[in-house]
T-cell receptor, first 111, second 116 residues
Framework: DAKTTQPNSMESNEEEPVHLPCNHSTISGTDYIHWYRQLPSQGPEYVIH???SNVNNRMASLAIAEDRKSSTLILHRATLRDAAVYYCILRDTGTASKLTFGTGTRLQVTL | NAGVTQTPKFQVLKTGQSMTLQCAQDMNHNSMYWYRQDPGMGLRLIYYSASEGTTDKGEVPNGYNVSRLNKREFSLRLESAAPSQTSVYFC???????????????FGAGSRLTVL
């Protein structure tokens, strides 16, 4: 299985940009890169996903390395409400049984 | 839109008791999922249903049964609860099938189950 590696925790100041890294050196050509986040006492929430090109949406940006062995979730201006656990997940076509989330990165945002 | 609704939010059981966790979605999604989350761990897939009338095992199916009652509802049953099943359970749904790489999940708020 292609796996992802994320730092256990990161800290950021409010109003500052945050770059959350994810390594996936064994990614296959058909793996999509997904990011979810989980706020305290809530279910996970979809953030963004991509395959090869960088992606932007209202919540964040996803920067994918040219070799696709790593990616970075970018929160342009962190707020206290962005404090959550962020999960980087690879989704491969046809492997429904491997819809498993790792332990993610716990982001702390301070004033 | 309510999205994905789970009931109950909290439940305490004694070892050996049975119970059913209910899940309903109002987004006309085809696929539904049950996950569990244990302290310090990520989410692990228990069962999923790619479409109405079908169910498949995920990573940790032992001790659970599921029913895809109709397109909206997907229930998870513990026939004989064990302390190892103490966890937070999340239901999710998706428009696209589980095997789609671009598949996006919408989660419920979770059901916290304690088995004594």
């Amino acid at each position: 299985d292609a796996k992802t590696t994320q730092p256990n925790s990161m800290e950021s100041n409010e109003e500052e940009p945050v770059h959350l890294p994810c390594n996936h050196s064994t990614i296959s050509g058909t793996d999509y890169i997904h990011w979810y986040r989980q706020l305290p006492s809530q279910g996970p929430e979809y953030v963004i996903h991509g395959l090869t090109s960088n992606v932007n949406n209202r919540m964040a940006s996803l920067a994918i390395a040219e070799d696709r062995k790593s990616s970075t979730l970018i929160l342009h201006r962190a707020t206290l409400r962005d404090a959550a656990v962020y999960y980087c997940i690879l989704r491969d076509t046809g492997t429904a049984s491997k819809l498993t989330f790792g332990t993610g990165t716990r982001l702390q945002v301070t004033l | 839109n309510a999205g994905v609704t789970q009931t109950p939010k909290f439940q305490v059981l004694k070892t050996g008791q049975s119970m059913t966790l209910q899940c309903a979605q109002d987004m006309n999604h085809n696929s539904m999922y049950w996950y569990r989350q244990d302290p310090g761990m990520g989410l692990r897939l228990i069962y999923y249903s790619a479409s109405e009338g079908t169910t498949d095992k995920g990573e940790v199916p032992n001790g659970y049964n599921v029913s895809r009652l109709n397109k909206r509802e997907f229930s998870l049953r513990l026939e004989s609860a064990a302390p190892s099943q103490t966890s937070v359970y999340f239901c999710a749904s998706s428009r696209d099938p589980p095997g789609s790489g671009a598949n996006v999940l919408t989660f419920g708020a979770g059901s916290r189950l304690t088995v004594l």
